[in-house]
C-alpha cells in the first residue's frame, strides 16, 4: 500500500490506540508519582489557582537572581507580596511569614527564599553546573533515556560575552566527553541557540550576521566531532529563522562537515508558514543528498511573537488558537515521516494526542526505529516520558543547565508553559480533563469553534502605520533598488515653491552625503527676503478659502498625501539615508511616524472640528468650537527631517491654518520630497509653500513677519528662545494676533538602573537609546544612573556592548549608526570629550578611523565616575557621548536624574515595584519609559514633549496638539423670542 493512500479512519483508530496505551501507562504510575514529586504537585496548584497571583510569583522569581544582599531579598518579598492572604505556593509563604516581625530575621527569610527558589529551579534546570548536570544524566542513563544538553544564559549583550559562550559550549562538549562513560557511546547531544554567537544577531544584515556567528559556530562543530557529538540548531524568534537556516546550510556546506550527518534544525509548527518552510528544507536536504535530524517543537516563544507583531502592526505569525497549532503539528509530522529517508525525526511534544499521532503514523509509514526519537522538556512531563520508555519508544529529555541568574528567563517561560490555559499537562494532569476530549482530533475543534462575527467598517479609524520588516527578503531588496534609485539622481536640483509655483534662484545650497562629503545628493534653491515675502503674501491669501474647507475636505487631503507617502515609503527613506546620514531602521520609522502624523491629526480634526455644545439651559445655545489662526511657520530640524516637518505642516493644515515649510539646510531635498506629495495630492495653491534657505537670516525674517500668526519650531534649546524673543519683541499695534510660538527642543536625558534590574534588557536598549543614530536625538539617554550595587557590572557589560556595535556608512544596513550630520557637529563631540577627560574618566573612547576621511564619523565614548553637575553631565552634546553617574539609592538616582534644565524624556530599568512607582511619580520628563529604551515615540501611543527648557506647548502626536493651531471661541444665543422658547428648551 502506499504510503499517502492510507485510509485516515485506519490512522486514527491507530492513534487512538497508542494513546490510550500511553494513558493506561501513566495513570499506572500518577499515584505515586505525585507522592514522590511535592515540588511538582505545588507550582501546578498554585500557578493553577491565582492568575494575578502567579504573575507575581513569576516576576519574583525573575528578579530573585539579581538581588544581592538579605535585605534586598526581604524587601522585594514585601513589595510583590504586601498582604498576607495571598496564595503563595507553600515555599515562598514560609518566605513571607519569616519577614515579619514575629518571625526570624531578615538573613533567615532570605536563607529560606533562597532554598524554596533554588528548589522551584531545580524542577526545570539540570543543576547550576556541568558536574551537577552530570548526575541527572547518570539517571537519565539508568532509566534509558537520552538526553539533549543546553546551555543556559544565551542572552548576550556583547561581542565578550559572545565569545564566552561559545567557549562555554566548547568546554561542555568536552566535559561531556571526559565526564560521561563508555556506556553512553555516541550520544552526547548538545542544542543552541545561534543568537547567542553573535550579539549584533540581526536579520536586517543577514550577511554580518552569518559572517559574525560562522566562525564560533564552526568551532562548536568541529569540537563536537572530536567527541562524536551531535549539535541542534534551535529556533529562536520568527524574525531570525531565514538566517539561522541560511548559516545551518552554509556551514553544513563546509568540507569538515559535508560527509557528517550529526547535526539538526528545529520546525515550529505554530508558525503559520512551518508547512513552505519544512518542504523547503525538505527540497534542499534532497538536492544536497543531506541526512540530518529535525526536531518538531509547537513552538515557545507564542507571547513573544503576538505581542511583537501586534505593537509593530505586522501580520501574527503565529497560530492564534492551540488547536490550529496542533493539527499544524500533525501534518507536518506526517510530512517528516513520509521523507524519512533524508530527515531523522525528533517528536517533542507533551501532547499525547500529538505523540500519539505520531507514533501511528511511523508505524503506518514503515518508519525504521532508529529514524524516530520522542523529546521532552527536563521537569516537565515525566510521567509521559516514563510511559514511552516503557512502550519501547527512543525518549531524548531536553535538558538545561546553568547558573540562576542567566537561568530565570528559562525558568519562568516553563513555568507558564506549564500551567497556560491550553497546557496539555495541566488540562490532563491539573484539570482533569476527560481522555477521550485529550485524543479527539484538533481538526474536529477547529470546525466546532464559532466563526468569529465580523465587524462593521469604521471610516478612517487611526491605526499607526507599521515600520517595515528588514528581517523578510523583499523588503530588503526593495530598499537596496531604492538607495540604488536615490543615488542615481544625486546632485538633482530642486526649486522652492510658492503658491504651487516653482521658483529657482541665482545662489544654491548643497546638500552633501554626511558619509561621503565628496558627494552631492541635492543641489537646492537658496530664498531671498523676496521669496519669503511672495511666501507669506501666498499663505495669507489661501488661508482665507482653506479656513472655510469643512474638516472632513481638509482631513481627506491629508489621508490622501498618506497614503502617498507610503507608497513612496522606500524612496523616501533611502533619501534620508544619504542626506542625513540614518540607518535603514531609523529612516524606515521616520517614514512611518510622518505618515502617522498625517493619518492621525486628519482623524483628530474629524473628532473636534465641529463645534459642541457645553452645557444644556433653557432658551440659550451654547457651542464651543475652534478657528484656524491663520498662517502658520514650520522650522523643521535635520534630524527627523520628514516626520517632524510632516507633523508641524499636517496639524497647521488639519486646524484649517496656511503653511510655511523651512527645511533644515542639511536636509533640503526631503523637504522638497515632501512638498511634491502634497501638490500631487491637488491641495489648492498656497495653502503650503516650500522656502529652503540659510537658517538664521532667512528664519528671523520670516518669524518677524506681519503675516506669520505662530511659528511651530524643533530644534536647540538657543534657537527655540530667541524665536521666542523675536516673537516677543513684535509691536502687536497693528491689530494681529500676537504670535504664538510651538517650541520642541533639546534633552539631557536619564535612563536610572537599579540593583533589581534585567541588565541583559538594560544594557542593550540603554545603548540603543545612547548611540542609535550617533546620539543626534533629542530624546536619547546622555545620562545613566545606575545604583552603587550594580554600577561596575553595569558599566562593564555597557562598555563592552558599545564596543561591540559597528559605525559606518548609513546605506550599510550592517551599521548601527552612521555618521554626524556636518564637521561642527563632529568638532562639538571632541570638544565635550576634551572636557570630560578632565572632569572623569574615559573609558571607552573608539576612533572613527578611515571613515573620518571621507565623512563626517565620529566614534562612541563612555564616561565613568562623572559629577552629576559636571559639564558633560549638564550640556546637551547630541552626539555619541555617555555619562554614567553612581547613585546611593533611588532618591539620590532621581535626584541627579531631575538636576538639569530640561524635562523631556526620563527612564528606569528596575524589577522592584516600589522604586518603579517611585520615578512613576517623581521624575521630571514629558516621556517616561519603564523597562525599555527612552527614544521611540510612536504618535498617540507616546505623545511626545516636554517642559522646562524641553518646549513649549502640548505634546505632538497627542490629542491636545491642535488645539494649539487654532482660537477657541465660544457662541452663545439666547433663543427665546417674546417669552417664546421651543418646547425641548423648557
Same mark, same amino acid.
Given at each position: 500500500?502506499?504510503k ?6 485506519r ?11 500511553i ?5 499506572e ?7 514522590? +514529586? ?6 501546578? &496548584?498554585?500557578c493553577?489557582?491565582?492568575a494575578?497571583?502567579? $504573575? @507575581?510569583? #513569576? /516576576? ?7 538581588l ?16 498576607p ?25 532570605a ?8 528548589k ?9 553546573n556541568?558536574?551537577e ?21 544565551e +542572552? ?6 559572545a &565569545? ?8 561542555? $562538549? @568536552?566535559? #561531556? /566527553? ?21 550579539s ?15 566562525g ?16 541542534n ?13 541560511e ?19 528545529v520546525?515550529?509548527?505554530?508558525l ?22 529535525? /526536531? ?29 497549532t ?14 524519512s ?55 531524548r ?15 519562568? /517561560?516553563?513555568?507558564l ?12 494532569f ?19 469553534r ?53 521658483f ?10 554626511p ?14 527676503k523676496a ?22 475636505r ?13 507608497e ?17 531602521g ?21 473628532r ?15 457651542f ?6 491663520g ?22 493644515l ?6 510655511i ?39 528671523d ?39 504664538s ?12 538602573v ?11 536598549a ?13 530624546s ?5 544612573i ?6 561596575k ?22 551599521s548601527?549608526?552612521?555618521p ?6 563632529v ?13 572623569a ?10 571613515l ?36 546611593g ?98
Amino acid at each position: 500500500m502506499e504510503k499517502n493512500s492510507l485510509s485516515e479512519d485506519r490512522l486514527e483508530t491507530i492513534t487512538q490506540s497508542i494513546g490510550w496505551r500511553i494513558f493506561s501507562e501513566i495513570d499506572e504510575r500518577s499515584t505515586s508519582f505525585w507522592e514522590a +514529586a511535592w515540588w511538582e504537585k505545588q507550582i501546578m &496548584e498554585w500557578c493553577m489557582a491565582d492568575a494575578g497571583v502567579k $504573575l @507575581q510569583v #513569576l /516576576r519574583f522569581i525573575d528578579a530573585f537572581p539579581s538581588l544581592k544582599s538579605d535585605a534586598e531579598i526581604v524587601r522585594l518579598m514585601k513589595e510583590y507580596f504586601p498582604h498576607p492572604q495571598h496564595r503563595l505556593p507553600l515555599p515562598l509563604r514560609i518566605g513571607e511569614k519569616m519577614i515579619t516581625p514575629a518571625m526570624l530575621t531578615p538573613k533567615a527569610a532570605a536563607a529560606a527564599i533562597r532554598y524554596s527558589i533554588k528548589k522551584i529551579a531545580l524542577q526545570f534546570i539540570s543543576g547550576a553546573n556541568i558536574k551537577e548536570a552530570m548526575e541527572v544524566l547518570k539517571r537519565f542513563r539508568d532509566e534509558g533515556v537520552l538526553f539533549t544538553m543546553d546551555l543556559l544564559g544565551e +542572552a548576550v549583550a556583547n561581542e565578550k560575552e559572545a &565569545e564566552q559562550y561559545a567557549q562555554a559550549y566548547i568546554d561542555m $562538549l @568536552q566535559g #561531556l /566527553r571526559g565526564g560521561l562513560d563508555e556506556e553512553f557511546g555516541d550520544e552526547i547531544n548538545v542544542s543552541l541557540k545561534l543568537s547567542s554567537l553573535y550579539s549584533q544577531f540581526d536579520p536586517i544584515h543577514p550577511e554580518e550576521t552569518i559572517k559574525g556567528v560562522y566562525g564560533r559556530l564552526k568551532r562548536i562543530l568541529l569540537a563536537a566531532d572530536e567527541v562524536g557529538g551531535f549539535v541542534n540548531i534551535d529556533t529562536e524568534q520568527f524574525a531570525y529563522r531565514d538566517s539561522s537556516w541560511e548559516i545551518f546550510k552554509r556551514v553544513a556546506g563546509e568540507k569538515e562537515f559535508v560527509n557528517s550527518n550529526r547535526f539538526g534544525i528545529v520546525i515550529q509548527s505554530y508558525l503559520k508558514d512551518s508547512g513552505e518552510f519544512l518542504a523547503s528544507v525538505l527540497d534542499w536536504l534532497k538536492e544536497n543528498e543531506r541526512d540530518i535530524t529535525i /526536531r518538531l517543537v509547537k513552538g515557545a516563544y507564542w507571547d513573544f511573537e503576538v505581542i511583537n507583531a501586534r505593537q509593530k502592526g505586522w501580520p501574527v505569525p503565529v497560530f492564534t488558537s492551540k488547536c490550529e497549532t496542533d493539527a499544524q503539528f500533525e501534518k507536518l509530522s506526517r510530512t517528516l515521516l513520509l521523507n524519512s529517508e533524508v530527515a531523522r525525526t525528533a517528536i517533542a511534544s507533551h501532547n499525547v494526542r500529538s505523540i500519539a499521532r505520531a507514533a501511528a503514523q511511523a508505524r503506518e509509514y514503515q518508519v525504521p526505529e532508529e529514524r524516530i526519537e520522542f523529546q521532552v522538556l527536563y521537569g516537565m512531563g515525566d510521567l509521559i516520558k516514563t510511559a514511552l520508555v516503557n512502550l519501547g519508544y527512543d525518549v531524548r529529555v531536553y535538558t538545561p543547565y546553568g547558573e540562576l541568574l542567566p537561568g530565570m528567563a528559562y525558568l519562568v /517561560r516553563r513555568i507558564l508553559e506549564n500551567t497556560s490555559n491550553e497546557s496539555f499537562l495541566r488540562r490532563s494532569f491539573g484539570e482533569h480533563v476527560p481522555k477521550e476530549k485529550l485524543l479527539a482530533p484538533p481538526d474536529k475543534e477547529i470546525k466546532d469553534r464559532p466563526k468569529p462575527k465580523a465587524q462593521a467598517e469604521e471610516k478612517e479609524q487611526f491605526a499607526n502605520c507599521p515600520l517595515s520588516d528588514f528581517s523578510r527578503e523583499e523588503n530588503r531588496e526593495a530598499m537596496r533598488s531604492a538607495l540604488a534609485k536615490a543615488r542615481g539622481h544625486f546632485g538633482g536640483r530642486y526649486p522652492a515653491v510658492i503658491g504651487s509655483k516653482k521658483f529657482d534662484t541665482g545662489e544654491v545650497l548643497a546638500s552633501v552625503n554626511p558619509s561621503d562629503f565628496r558627494e552631492t545628493v541635492g543641489v537646492v534653491a537658496k530664498s531671498d527676503k523676496a521669496m519669503a515675502d511672495k511666501a507669506v503674501e501666498a499663505a495669507v491669501k489661501a488661508s482665507r478659502d482653506w479656513r472655510v474647507a469643512s474638516p472632513e475636505r481638509r482631513a481627506g487631503f491629508l489621508f490622501h498625501c498618506a497614503r502617498i507617502m507610503r507608497e513612496r515609503r522606500m524612496d523616501l527613506a533611502a533619501w534620508m539615508v544619504y542626506e542625513v546620514g540614518k540607518n535603514w531602521g531609523e529612516a524606515d520609522a521616520d517614514v512611518a511616524e510622518a505618515v502617522d502624523f498625517l493619518n492621525y491629526y486628519a482623524t483628530e480634526i474629524t473628532r473636534m472640528g465641529k463645534p459642541r455644545k457645553t452645557e444644556s439651559i433653557p432658551g440659550e445655545d451654547n457651542f464651543y468650537g475652534y478657528r484656524p489662526r491663520g498662517v502658520g511657520l514650520a522650522i523643521a530640524p535635520w534630524n527627523f527631517p520628514l516626520a517632524i516637518l510632516t507633523g508641524m505642516t499636517a496639524g497647521t493644515l488639519a486646524a484649517g491654518n496656511a503653511a510655511i515649510m523651512k527645511p533644515s539646510r542639511f536636509s533640503p531635498v526631503i523637504g522638497y520630497k515632501l512638498m511634491e506629495i502634497f501638490l500631487d495630492a491637488g491641495l489648492p495653491d498656497g495653502v503650503v509653500n516650500y522656502l529652503p534657505g540659510q537658517g538664521g537670516e532667512l528664519g528671523d525674517y520670516l518669524v518677524r513677519q506681519a503675516g506669520i500668526d505662530f511659528i511651530a519650531f524643533t530644534g536647540s534649546r538657543e534657537i527655540g528662545l530667541r524665536i521666542r524673543r523675536l516673537t516677543s519683541e513684535e509691536d502687536q499695534g497693528n491689530g494681529g494676533n500676537i504670535k504664538s510660538v510651538i517650541a520642541e527642543m533639546g534633552g539631557k536625558n536619564a535612563v536610572i538602573v537599579d540593583g533589581s534590574a534585567d541588565l541583559d534588557d538594560a544594557v542593550k536598549a540603554i545603548i540603543a537609546s545612547a548611540f542609535g543614530y550617533g546620539g543626534q536625538k533629542c530624546s536619547a539617554a546622555s545620562r545613566i544612573i545606575v545604583l552603587k550595587e550594580v554600577y561596575k557590572n553595569f558599566l562593564e557589560r555597557f562598555v563592552e556592548g558599545v564596543k561591540s556595535v559597528r559605525v559606518g556608512q548609513a546605506d550599510d544596513p550592517a551599521s548601527f549608526y552612521g555618521p554626524l550630520i556636518d564637521v561642527s557637529a563632529v568638532d562639538k563631540v571632541k570638544k565635550f570629550i576634551e572636557i570630560g577627560e578632565k572632569e572623569a574618566d574615559l573609558v571607552l573612547g573608539m576612533d572613527a578611523g578611515l571613515l573620518g576621511d571621507i565623512g563626517y564619523f565620529a566614534g562612541p565614548a563612555v564616561f565613568s565616575e562623572v559629577d552629576p553637575n559636571a559639564v558633560i553631565a549638564q550640556e546637551e552634546i547630541f552626539g555619541p557621548v555617555a555619562s554614567v553617574i553612581m547613585a546611593g539609592n533611588i532618591q539620590e538616582a532621581v535626584k541627579i536624574a531631575n538636576n538639569s534644565r530640561y524635562a523631556l524624556t526620563a527612564g528606569i530599568f528596575s524589577r522592584s515595584p516600589a522604586n518603579i512607582e517611585f520615578a512613576r511619580r517623581e521624575l521630571e520628563a514629558g516621556n517616561i519609559y519603564i523597562n525599555r529604551g527612552i527614544t521611540g515615540a510612536v504618535v498617540r501611543r507616546q505623545p511626545f514633549g516636554g517642559f522646562k527648557m524641553s518646549g513649549i506647548g502640548s505634546k505632538a502626536g497627542g490629542p491636545d496638539y491642535l488645539k494649539q493651531f487654532m482660537f477657541p471661541v465660544t457662541v452663545t444665543e439666547n433663543i427665546v423670542r417674546h417669552g417664546f422658547a421651543p418646547l425641548e428648551d423648557v
